[in-house]
C-alpha cells in the first residue's frame, strides 16, 4: 500500500466522519471511558474495533503475537494496570483466532530465533493439555484446539494479576476468552469454567474467591 494513500483515506474518513456528526472529533478528544480490555493477536487480519462492530473510544486494546498474557511482559502487564485500576474496566476478553501464525509457529520444532522465547508460551500450553491434544487425530482440530487452549490458559493469566483480582472482589470484573473464527467473521464465546480449572489450586494464586 502506498503511505501517500494513507493519508488521502485519512482526509476522507475526516470528511466522511464529520459529515455523519460534526461534533465526531470533539468528543473524541474528551477523556476516555472504555468499560472493556481486549487483549488480542497482532494479526493484520483481526482488528479489534471492527469485527466486535465498536467504534473508538469503546474498548482499550492491546495486542501482541498470539494473544499472550505474560507477567514477564512490562507492556501487557502495565495495560492490565492501567485499564483495570484507572480506566475501571468492567471486563476483560481474551480474544484468539483460528489460522493464528503464531500457534502455527509454535507447533514446528524449528528455531526461530528472537520468537523462540514467546513461542515458548504456546509450546508450553501445549505441554500442559498434551494428553487432549495428542488424542486428536487431524492436525487442524488439534491446531484449532491449541489456539483455544491458548485462548483459556492466557485468561488464568490474566487471573492471576493482582490487579485483575482486586477489581473482581470490589466491582465484579469479570474475565472471558473468546475466539475470532476467520473462516466465517464469527465471534465464538468459549464460556471458560474459570472456577473449575482455578478449584484447588487458588490458594497458590492467592486467589480468595476464584473467577
Excluded at 10 to 25: G, I, L, M, S
Amino acid at each position: 500500500m502506498d503511505i501517500q494513500n494513507i493519508f488521502i483515506r485519512n482526509k476522507n474518513w475526516v470528511a466522511d466522519k464529520t459529515k455523519q456528526d460534526p461534533d465526531f472529533f470533539k468528543n473524541l478528544s474528551s477523556d476516555q471511558a472504555p468499560k472493556i480490555l481486549y487483549i488480542g493477536c497482532s494479526d493484520s487480519r483481526v482488528a479489534a474495533e471492527e469485527l466486535m462492530g465498536v467504534g473508538p473510544g469503546d474498548i482499550f486494546v492491546h495486542r501482541n503475537i498470539a494473544n499472550m498474557v505474560s507477567a514477564l511482559d512490562l507492556s501487557c502487564m502495565s495495560v492490565i494496570n492501567y485499564a483495570v485500576n484507572h480506566l475501571k474496566v468492567n471486563r476483560v476478553i481474551v480474544c484468539g483466532h483460528y489460522n493464528c501464525g503464531g500457534v502455527r509457529a509454535a507447533m514446528i520444532p524449528e528455531d526461530l530465533g528472537l520468537l523462540n522465547p514467546w513461542l515458548r508460551n504456546i509450546r508450553d500450553v501445549y505441554r500442559l493439555h498434551k494428553n487432549e491434544l495428542d488424542s486428536i487425530d487431524s492436525e487442524q482440530k488439534k491446531y484449532e484446539r491449541l489456539i483455544e487452549l491458548n485462548v483459556q490458559e492466557q485468561c488464568i493469566n490474566v487471573i492471576k494479576t493482582a490487579d485483575v483480582q482486586r477489581a473482581y472482589l470490589s466491582r465484579g470484573l469479570t474475565v472471558h476468552g473468546w475466539i475470532f473464527n476467520i473462516h466465517t467473521g464469527y465471534l465464538v464465546d468459549l464460556n471458560i469454567d474459570f472456577k473449575a480449572i482455578l478449584n484447588g489450586i487458588r490458594e497458590i494464586y492467592h486467589l480468595e474467591n476464584p473467577l
